[in-house]
């Protein structure tokens, strides 16, 4: 099973081998132990275009030491670290409870041996008035060696570049070649984080420091080997305070959380469809709401793109909301004023409610993955990046950042306007409730648009909050008559096998009730975002 820990650490070269650190210096420590030497023997393992590299990413198997075994690492920023870490095994095949963690970075690529890392570990602690440790100091002496997989033999990763050597080959630095150096580790011991842990960390580096020792320029070892070879390319930044800054700030955030929320839905973590679902929404949006800074030949298409993620998503996410809002309103009529055999019906709708919901869930989920594992979310996933390295803006995009915001803000806010006053006015029923809906839709869209501007713009962060109160409204409005639908076809289910259906009756009824208290909140919710004054950001 894997286990999670979040490490941090400063990686130091180019000091005196025998540095001594004085430990009436440093905050917290009382004394400096010696601990045992390690051998520690590594392979690495990427795409032959060291994909997982270019996103910070290292994946080793590691014999020799305390933790030998399998780890996968990337940055939490500063000086922190998430490792997730197996135990070793047999053979060389990466373990699919890591290998799940990276397909969206290797894009369905093979990982392959890139490196081999042979290094001596002198070790120390740092410890306390107690004797534990706080903090170990390692100084290690690396010998890597590149292996012959570490060639791409073909197109490298959108939005990376070759630096003065081939792509993938470590810049010049040729397969079986040794490559050798010294390094010093300062990893604080038990996660320890917050002002003391950076206290700790800058007291032991002025002491370094002073013995000649800098700052490492890599990442981490790996990074170091290949540091010469390809990288992800600097991206093409807009002139700051520009509305193409704005927008290019915003693709970049939310490419880097839909890659992050991949693995979640693979393992089936807690709200990880939705994260997704999110993230391809506020894209889409995003392209769709500032579409005139974009060159919309490129955006388009990807916002098709985006659109058909979310309907990859959009089943398991309904069946989600589904179970977990029919069983909560169950057990809330169950509690309420039922009892004798209403209360025995309310339970045994709502156990039937999550165990046919929860197939569903499990069903259309996997439906998603195997999604996820084809050809075509992988380039959708490079063309973002590529996006997000080199933005596709029209000339516009270098005007001043607030006038565009206001024009776009003033803009979703019209929009609104007439799907609101469109399902005012729409009869009571399936067309109205429609009508409903494109308001919801209307209303998430500028919400999204004041997100986006909010950075920028602080009036911008009212223009949301409200817009962001509309859909809500109308998403509970939504909510219930997705509800009703469904309950009449469980009811429907449930007398087909000679069981009663009261239960789901008195459901129904709350539904109907929760769609009209929310249709007749709109006017007073939608007087509130309407106010001309929050799009003049």
Same mark, same amino acid.
């Given at each position: ?36 030497? =390690? ?90 008035? @107690? ?116 927008v290019h700030d915003r693709l970049v955030e939310q490419v880097r959380v839909l890659v992050a929320t991949d ?7 807690? =709200? ?47 069946? =989600? ?149 509309? @859909? ?5 409005? @939504? ?59």
């Amino acid at each position: 099973m894997a286990a999670t820990r979040i490490e941090t650490e400063r990686k130091y070269e180019g000091g005196a081998a025998d540095i001594r650190l004085d430990p009436s210096g440093l905050p917290g420590v009382s004394g400096v132990v010696p601990a045992p030497d =390690e051998e520690l023997d590594a392979v690495y393992y990427d795409t032959a275009d060291l994909r997982l590299l270019a996103h910070g990413t290292t994946l080793r198997k590691r014999a020799g030491g305390h933790d030998e075994g399998w780890h996968l690492k990337r940055g939490k920023g500063d000086d922190r670290r998430e490792e997730i870490q197996v135990p070793t095994t047999d053979d060389d095949v990466v373990p699919e409870e890591l290998h799940v963690r990276v397909k969206a970075l290797a894009r369905g690529k093979p990982l392959v041996p890139v490196l081999r890392m042979r290094t001596r570990r002198e070790r120390e602690h740092l410890v306390d008035g @107690q004797g534990g440790a706080v903090a170990e100091i390692a100084r290690d002496h690396v010998a890597a060696e590149i292996l012959d997989a570490a060639r791409p033999g073909g197109r490298r990763p959108p939005g990376r570049r070759t630096g003065s050597g081939a792509a993938g080959s470590g810049g010049g630095k040729a397969p079986g070649r040794i490559l050798s150096w010294a390094e010093l580790e300062v990893e604080l011991e038990n996660d320890a984080e917050g002002k003391e842990a950076a206290a700790l960390l800058d007291a032991v580096e002025k002491q370094l420091v002073s013995g000649g020792w800098h700052r490492s320029a890599s990442a981490s070892k790996t990074a170091r080997v290949f540091a010469d070879g390809p990288g992800r390319a600097a991206p093409r930044t807009p002139r700051k305070g520009s509305a193409g800054q704005v927008v290019h700030d915003r693709l970049v955030e939310q490419v880097r959380v839909l890659v992050a929320t991949d693995p979640g839905v693979r393992l089936d973590e807690d =709200e990880a469809v939705h994260d997704m679902r999110v993230a391809a929404r506020r894209l889409r949006s995003l392209l769709r709401s500032y579409r005139r800074l974009f060159d919309r030949s490129v955006t388009d298409p990807v916002a098709d793109e985006l659109r058909w993620l979310g309907r990859v998503l959009g089943d398991a996410r309904d069946h =989600e909301v589904l179970a977990a809002r029919l069983t909560a309103g169950a057990d809330r009529l169950r509690l309420a004023d039922a009892t004798g055999a209403t209360a025995a019906d309310l339970a045994d709708a709502g156990a039937r409610i999550h165990a046919t919901e929860g197939r569903a869930y499990d069903k259309a989920r996997e439906a998603a993955v195997v999604e996820l594992d084809k050809r075509r979310y992988y380039r959708l996933l490079d063309t973002l990046a590529a996006m997000a390295a080199d933005p596709p803006l029209r000339a516009r995009a270098d005007r001043e950042a607030r006038p565009e915001l206001r024009r776009t803000l003033k803009r979703e806010q019209r929009r609104l306007a007439e799907r609101v006053a469109a399902a005012r006015s729409a009869p009571v029923g399936q067309e109205g409730d429609a009508a409903l809906h494109a308001a919801r839709k209307a209303a998430k869209r500028a919400r999204y648009a004041g997100e986006t501007a909010q950075p920028f713009a602080s009036g911008a962060g009212r223009f949301a909050k409200r817009t962001k109160a509309v @859909q809500r409204l109308l998403g509970e409005h @939504q909510d219930a008559v997705v509800a009703r639908s469904a309950l009449r076809r469980m009811a429907a289910e449930a007398r087909a096998t000679g069981a009663d259906s009261f239960a789901f009756g008195l459901l129904y009824a709350a539904e109907d009730k929760a769609a009209a208290e929310a249709a007749a909140k709109l006017p007073k919710t939608w007087k509130r975002a309407k106010k001309r004054k929050l799009s003049r950001v």
